[in-house]
């Protein structure tokens, strides 16, 4: 499986992004996906994941803010970002393959960046 993610930007506090993760493969639909994020001098962090059954998990900080979903017919999941604060600003990565969590991840994506502006 090999993984594409975009839509990352700057964007002011207070506003929206969604980021994509497209993938190859025609088993995609079978794999939990994950996003996760790095912000300079901090460890990678899981932030939503989505099971191959649609089961969503949200880290704590971004719940009732970000919404992930996916699209098998597009082999898509999305990450929909709304009420961005500058503690956002991160590299999102997708991965798929494992257990949600950054060690058990067995595909991932190359990173798209996230800049929130105050």
């Known amino acids: 499986v090999q993984l594409q993610a975009s839509g990352g930007g700057l964007v002011q506090a207070g506003g929206s992004l969604r980021l994509s993760c497209a993938a190859s493969?025609?088993?995609?639909?079978?794999?939990?996906v994950g996003w996760f994020r790095q912000a300079p001098g901090k460890e990678r962090e899981s932030v939503a994941a989505?099971?191959?059954?649609?089961?969503?998990y949200y880290t704590d900080s971004v719940k009732g803010r970000f919404t992930i979903s996916r699209d098998n017919a597009k082999n898509t999941v999305y990450l929909q970002m709304n009420s961005l604060k500058p503690e956002d600003t991160a590299v999102y990565y997708c991965?798929?393959?494992?257990?949600?969590?950054?060690?058990?991840?067995?595909?991932w994506g190359q990173g798209t960046q996230v800049t929130v502006s105050s």
């Open positions: 991965a798929a393959g494992g257990a949600f969590t950054v060690a058990t991840m067995v595909y």
């Open positions: 493969g025609r088993t995609f639909s079978s794999y939990g």
């Open positions: 989505i099971s191959s059954g649609g089961g969503t």
